[in-house]
Structures are given as structure tokens and as C-alpha cells.
């Protein structure tokens, strides 16, 4: 069992929908989530990170989780045609490591 | 204020050469993290450092190696390369440890 898992895509959108990205983890002990946003020939930036179970708001942002199903999810709102990039999920045991999924790629459409 | 600074940003190297990689992290963090990223495997961690001390490692072979130094600017090293060496290897600092890492630009290294 990979240790973080996402639906690897594309996942399409059009212009001003929902996007809805998923992430599952398999380490019980983990203790904070993070979603990067990875443009091609770019390096990741953090767009969220969340800690307790429920939701987060950041502008169009919203950050779920669920730690007795062993879940985090991202919900991008109004999806704008430069959200078009790779999502990446993160979690974290320790203060020294993150554990990375292989991200989604997500295609916003005009 | 300026970002992470990794240098080179390309690296082309031959099978059985080394190679080291620098990271300049943004001004007052102490800790620098070290990730190689390839298609296949994604973003996989190799060592972080804090205050000049390894914190925790990966599950890499010891040809890979780093460092840090008393201002944090950080090295890694990686000896008699080998063709599933080429990545990107990229380089995140924080002040503290995982929360608000900065990515910098990466190195991309093609062996050949």
C-alpha cells in the first residue's frame, strides 16, 4: 500500500466549476496535511495545510479532513483557468518529513 | 525578500561521476530539506537538516549524501552516479521544520 495516494488524472474541469481532489493515507500516526500546487517546470508551493478533522477555508480554497477514514480533500471553487496544474499532497509524522503523493494533474477549461 | 537559491539549475554528468548540489535557503530559516523528484516515484525525501545536524534521512543508498553549514546554506552530494539518478532534485527551507516549507527552483540533473 503506497503510503499517500491520489488519483493521478487528468481531472477536467470547465471555467467556474468545482474541482475536487483526493488524497488517502495509510500512516495512522500522521499528524498534518498539506496541498501543493505544482505548475510544469515549477517547483511546488503550499496552497494549504490543515491539522484537526473538518474543513479549512482559504479564499476558493477549502481543505477537508478526515483522520478516522484516513482521508484529505481539496475543493477548489469558481476553478479559473490558471488553477490548470498539479496537486500535490503532503503529510507529515514528524516535524522533519514529508510524505508526498504523485499528485492529479488538473486541466481547468475555458 | 529573496527566495530559496539552488545552484546549479542544470547539471549534465557521466555514469560513475559525482556531483554536489547547493541550496541557500531564505534568510533566517534553519532548516533545509532535500527531495528528489522523477515521473515514476514523485517527490521523495532524502535528509533534512537543522542547525548543521541530519534530523532524519530517506530510504536512499549512502552515495547520497549532504550537509549543512553554520550560515544553513546546504550541500548535497551524490557519488558514482548512476543513470536513475537523473531528477529533479529540489531544496525546501523553513524556519522551523515541515510547516511553510519554500521550494526552491530545483536542480535538474541528467546523467548520461
Known amino acids: 500500500q503506497k503510503e499517500v495516494e491520489q488519483n493521478s488524472g487528468p481531472l477536467s474541469v470547465p471555467e467556474g466549476a468545482i474541482a475536487s481532489l483526493n488524497c488517502t493515507y495509510s500512516?495512522?500516526?500522521?499528524?498534518?496535511f498539506f496541498w501543493y500546487r505544482q505548475y510544469s517546470g515549477k517547483s511546488p508551493e503550499l496552497i494549504m495545510f490543515?491539522?484537526?478533522?473538518g474543513d479549512k477555508e482559504d479564499g476558493r480554497f477549502t481543505a477537508q479532513l478526515n483522520k478516522a477514514s484516513q482521508y484529505v480533500s481539496l475543493l477548489i471553487r469558481d476553478s479559473q483557468p490558471s488553477d490548470s496544474a498539479t496537486y500535490l499532497c503532503?503529510?507529515?509524522?514528524?516535524?522533519?518529513?514529508?510524505?508526498f503523493g504523485k499528485g492529479t494533474l488538473l486541466t481547468v477549461n475555458p | 525578500k529573496a527566495g530559496v537559491t539552488q545552484t546549479p539549475r542544470y547539471l549534465i554528468k557521466t555514469r560513475g561521476q559525482q556531483v554536489t548540489l547547493s541550496c541557500s535557503p531564505i534568510?533566517?530559516?534553519?532548516?533545509v530539506s532535500w527531495y528528489q523528484q522523477t515521473p515514476g516515484q514523485g517527490l521523495q525525501f532524502l535528509f533534512e537538516?537543522?542547525?548543521?545536524?541530519?534530523?532524519n534521512k530517506g530510504n536512499f543508498p549512502g552515495r547520497f549524501s549532504g550537509r549543512q553549514f553554520s550560515n544553513s546554506r546546504s550541500e548535497m552530494n551524490v557519488s558514482t552516479l548512476e543513470l536513475g539518478d537523473s531528477a529533479l532534485y529540489l531544496c525546501?527551507?523553513?524556519?522551523?521544520?515541515?510547516?511553510?516549507?519554500?521550494f526552491g527552483s530545483g536542480t535538474r540533473l541528467t546523467v548520461v
Open positions: 490543515i491539522y484537526s478533522n
Open positions: 537538516y537543522f542547525s548543521e545536524t541530519q534530523r
Open positions: 534568510s533566517g530559516h534553519r532548516s
Open positions: 503532503a503529510v507529515a509524522r514528524s516535524n522533519y518529513k514529508l510524505t
Open positions: 525546501a527551507s523553513s524556519f522551523g521544520g515541515v510547516d511553510g516549507y519554500t
Open positions: 500512516d495512522r500516526g500522521s499528524q498534518s
